[in-house]
């Protein structure tokens, strides 16, 4: 990680302690389930009774009943998970061959390549390939496009 990654990420928990705490109308250093409701619904979002309670359920480490900061930065952090797989999903769908093979071939990598102006002949491409290729099957699953990408 480098300074960068910590200097954002050291932001990000700042960030995230300061909604913890505007979560935490009563102070106690938890969020129950109708504090999440509540303040999820000051977002334009309603959330049921027994959705909040499933959020904090399957989110809280000590079996309480709420959400102390860690569980919280759990929830936010899997969010923001969830929306890096999407975009690198739709990435990889982006170079995949044609009819959703699900692998990227040198061929399906050249031509996305040329697309977005970077000219690369075949040979160019299997060598990138090859360097995330873990299997040796000469293509990109999604599990290896992700290596590369992160």
Do not use: H, P, W
């Not at 990000?12 to 302690?17: A, V």
């Not at 709420?66 to 969830?82: A, I, N, S, V």
């Amino acid at each position: 990680m480098g300074i960068d990654d910590e200097r954002s990420s050291m932001e990000k928990g700042g960030e995230y302690e300061r909604v913890f705490k505007r979560f935490d109308e009563n102070g106690d250093g938890k969020i129950s389930a109708a504090e999440l409701r509540q303040c999820v619904a000051t977002l334009g979002v309603e959330l049921t009774e027994a959705d909040a309670e499933e959020a904090v359920a399957a989110m809280d480490a000590d079996g309480d009943g709420e959400l102390g900061m860690k569980d919280f930065l759990k929830l936010m952090e899997g969010g923001e998970e969830e929306e890096k797989a999407k975009d690198l999903r739709e990435a990889f769908r982006m170079y995949e061959e044609m009819g959703g093979s699900g692998c990227i071939t040198a061929k399906s990598l050249r031509r996305t390549l040329r697309r977005l102006g970077e000219k690369k002949s075949v040979e160019e491409c299997r060598l990138m390939i090859s360097c995330f290729d873990i299997n040796g099957d000469g293509v990109l699953s999604f599990e290896e496009f992700r290596a590369m990408m992160s």
